[in-house]
């Protein structure tokens, strides 16, 4: 099974794929809004990304203080959440997310990437950690 991974951020959202052996993950694209409430492109666009690529499952950040409460951000991504189940037909799993900008962007400038081009890159790597990470914690899925 193919599973999508999403960095969902107020204006961008990071999206990768699991390859078919489910041994990685690789950036996608980052689609970007106007504002934080304009969503229906962007649901859209993941609609039609799924469908392309043939995913099965979807993995969405959930952006937990540092203390693992849920803050303001945890909210709206219950409420992407909800929209993205309606919107798609698939599952959609949480997986912590904590630190994987910064891990993203240490990635990044470890690979000599410019701060500049950065900025289009982060989401993107910061969905495939997301993604890798529940693919380290759930095995199971590439037996399936």
Same mark, same amino acid.
């Given at each position: 099974m193919i599973l999508m991974g999403l960095d969902y951020g107020s204006k961008t959202v990071g999206v990768a794929?699991? +390859?078919?052996l489910y041994l990685t993950a690789q950036p996608a694209e980052t689609i970007t809004r106007d504002s934080e409430s304009k969503l229906r492109r962007t649901l859209a666009r993941i609609e039609a990304l799924a469908k392309e690529r043939g995913a099965g $499952?979807? !993995?969405l950040g959930r952006p937990l203080n540092m203390d693992g409460t849920a803050g303001e951000r945890v909210e709206k991504c219950v409420q992407f959440k909800a929209m993205l189940e309606r919107r798609t037909g698939l599952p959609v799993d949480w997986q912590d997310e904590r630190l994987t900008t910064v891990a993203a962007d240490e990635i990044?400038? @470890?690979?000599? !990437? $410019? $701060? @500049? +081009?950065r900025k289009k890159m982060i989401d993107q790597v910061a969905a495939c950690l997301i993604l890798k990470e529940?693919? +380290?914690?759930h095995p199971e899925y590439g037996t399936l």
């Open positions: 794929f699991s +390859d078919a $499952r979807i !993995v990044l400038s @470890e690979s000599g !990437v $410019r $701060r @500049e +081009d529940y693919m +380290d914690a």
